[in-house]
């Protein structure tokens, strides 16, 4: 990888037309279950230690953690020296003074797995400069001689997009240009042939780009970012400018663009022209006098077949770039050691929408920037919210992932909300109950984040995180994730609309493999719910359609119906299943199995 420019890319598979296509990237492992385990981040920050890993480790086989599947021992942030030594990743002396690879055997002498951590960019998120940009080979090969099993990769210092503590001016890369118009000019074979089309005739696609008010030029060509709330993960999160060219003949023809440049947020000096599939430039225009000073760019050779051609002006690198960083490690994991098992984390936080192409390299992505910014260390327990209007809290989290049940599964990964909060400060004993609830509806990697010493059998955390029910729904063989089926605010799709306002009850049904279904009612509220929140195993069926068993589960007479929280079982002959009453952030989840 390079630190001068992003990679020029020649694998298709890189680009953005084959997101779509459902192919991983050679020796990319499917069908794997969501990871389960502990990181170190939100119990400890940069502060975390070998003598607390080793601790946490110890807790997991004491307190039974391991039997449930709480396998990986992650090693967050904080824990390299904060340069290279001849080139390669090193142990920070003090607080891991008997190195990562001791530290392995320990984890695996347990019969646990061991996880580490980077970034894409250049530094870490906490600052030292062992960001694996440009040492991906190397690195690889380092991870696999300390034995990880499990590789959490960030994008704090990204060198090409305007990431978090990277240039703001880095957008050059990841927008196009203004773009006013375009000239076609045939050459050769393609005849006397000449014409020039304004943008406002131009075909804008996706939901990103604009024309300017007085429509003399589009702008905005490229990808949203989704880090933060308020962009919906569903449709086509980017925008291209299309125009219709219809010429003579086939051949090579001369295209002028006319365009400004800019290094901010929505006008950007990276632009990408092709033709149907076929490209033709991709790369920096000349930077123009400032984005109000229009000029024509170099001519630029594409060729054109006889009748309509569709003329694409885009910038994908957002997606591209990130896409092709991550698959830099992944295939230097596959040289170190060919059929590795690495589970390998993609935290990039929704910013380029890793949902649309995560699957290719990853097992899971982040959906969003951090769920808290306010982790522990030196004896406090960190700060967790139910609700924020950012993305630090369990239903900022939930709002974003609970819609994107269509991009995860066994032939895919998952989408990854970030690290469970139980056991911080600021989250009610309720609150600890329905966020796991959640994360287990969705199929989303069970990351514990607290300090585990704190733990003791039978406790209600313990009783939380142990309750092995609900850990079958995440672990369910079937691996799917739940889909909303029902919302008690105004919407026209459940399972598309991304919704914000929490003063909400939903109802999520997730399929499983022994023919039931698990249904939760959550009130996703900081207050008390009375209603008719119900819904038909008829209904049911319908909206988990494509799932084999729901003819039989619509069909079906009698159900037997089992609470996961209470132990409770009961039977039901009517196919209707209600709830008229729930507390503030609570959670009623069952089982209803056919009878």
């Known amino acids: 990888m390079s630190l001068s420019s992003p990679s020029k890319i020649t694998n298709p598979e890189m680009r953005f037309d084959s997101f779509s296509n459902g192919k991983v990237m050679p020796g990319k492992k499917t069908g794997r279950l969501p990871a389960m385990g502990w990181n170190s981040w939100n119990a400890f920050g940069s502060g975390n230690t070998e003598a607390l890993t080793r601790a946490m480790a110890d807790c997991i086989v004491k307190l039974g953690l391991d039997k449930l599947g709480y396998k990986y021992v992650v090693l967050d942030d904080g824990c390299y020296k904060s340069e290279r030594v001849d080139g390669k990743l090193c142990n920070e002396p003090v607080k891991f003074p008997n190195g990562f690879k001791a530290l392995s055997d320990y984890i695996h002498a347990k019969g646990l797995k061991f996880g580490m951590y980077n970034d894409i960019g250049t530094n870490l998120c906490a600052g030292a400069a062992v960001g694996t940009c440009g040492h991906e080979d190397t690195d690889a090969a380092s991870y696999v001689d300390w034995g990880v099993d499990f590789l959490k990769v960030d994008n704090c210092y990204y060198l090409w997009d305007n990431a978090t503590f990277s240039n703001a001016e880095n957008a050059r890369f990841v927008f196009a240009p203004k773009i006013k118009g375009i000239k076609i000019r045939g050459t050769g074979n393609a005849g006397d042939f000449e014409k020039t089309i304004s943008a406002c005739q131009g075909l804008i696609t996706g939901s990103c780009a604009k024309l300017d008010d007085n429509k003399e030029y589009v702008f905005g060509i490229g990808t949203f970012d989704g880090t933060n709330t308020g962009t919906s993960p569903v449709g086509v999160r980017s925008s291209e400018l299309h125009f219709e060219v219809e010429v003579p003949a086939a051949g090579e023809y001369e295209l002028c663009v006319e365009y400004a440049t800019s290094k901010e947020n929505g006008i950007g000096e990276w632009l990408q022209i092709a033709v149907d599939q076929e490209y ?211 919407c026209s799709v459940p399972d598309k609309d991304y919704i914000e306002n929490i003063d909400r009850v939903d109802i999520l049904a997730k399929p499983l493999a022994d023919g039931s279904v698990a249904l939760s009612f959550i009130n996703v509220s900081e207050s008390d719910k009375k209603g008719n929140f119900e819904i038909t195993a008829d209904l049911i069926a319908q909206k988990l359609a494509g799932w084999k068993g729901a003819q039989a589960f619509a069909t079906a007479k009698k159900f037997e119906v089992r609470d996961l929280w209470s132990g409770e079982t009961w039977k039901n002959d009517t196919g209707v299943f209600e709830v008229s009453e729930l507390g503030a952030c609570d959670n009623i989840t069952i089982k209803i199995s056919p009878a």
Not at 327 to 344: E, R, V, W
Not at 351 to 373: A, E, M
Not at 467 to 475: C, D, S, Y
Request: glycine fraction near 8%; hydrophobic fraction near 40%.
């Open 280 to 490: 033709f430039y991709d790369d920096l225009l000349e930077p123009t006098k400032d984005k109000e000073s229009f000029a024509w760019s170099k001519v630029i050779n594409v060729k054109l077949a006889a009748g309509k051609n569709t003329i694409r002006l885009m910038n994908h690198r957002r997606q591209e770039n990130t896409l092709d960083s991550y698959a830099a490690m992944f295939t230097g994991l596959q040289k170190a050691k060919p059929d590795n098992d690495i589970i390998l984390s993609l935290c990039e936080w929704g910013k380029t929408h890793p949902q649309n192409w995560g699957y290719k390299v990853g097992d899971s992505w982040r959906i969003l920037n951090d769920i808290t910014f306010q982790v522990g260390g030196n004896g406090n327990r960190g700060f967790g919210h139910w609700a924020d209007p950012g993305t630090p809290s369990v239903t900022s989290q939930y709002n974003k992932a609970v819609v994107m049940d269509e991009f995860a599964g066994l032939d895919k990964g998952w989408n990854d909300p970030d690290m469970l909060m139980i056991g911080m400060h600021g989250l009610m004993p309720v609150q600890n109950k329905t966020h796991f609830t959640m994360w287990c509806m969705m199929n989303s990697p069970l990351m514990l984040g607290l300090d585990l010493r704190r733990l003791s059998v039978g406790d209600d955390l313990y009783n939380i995180i142990t309750n092995r029910e609900l850990i079958a729904l995440n672990q369910d063989a079937l691996g799917v994730q739940a889909k909303r089926v029902f919302t008690s605010v105004p």
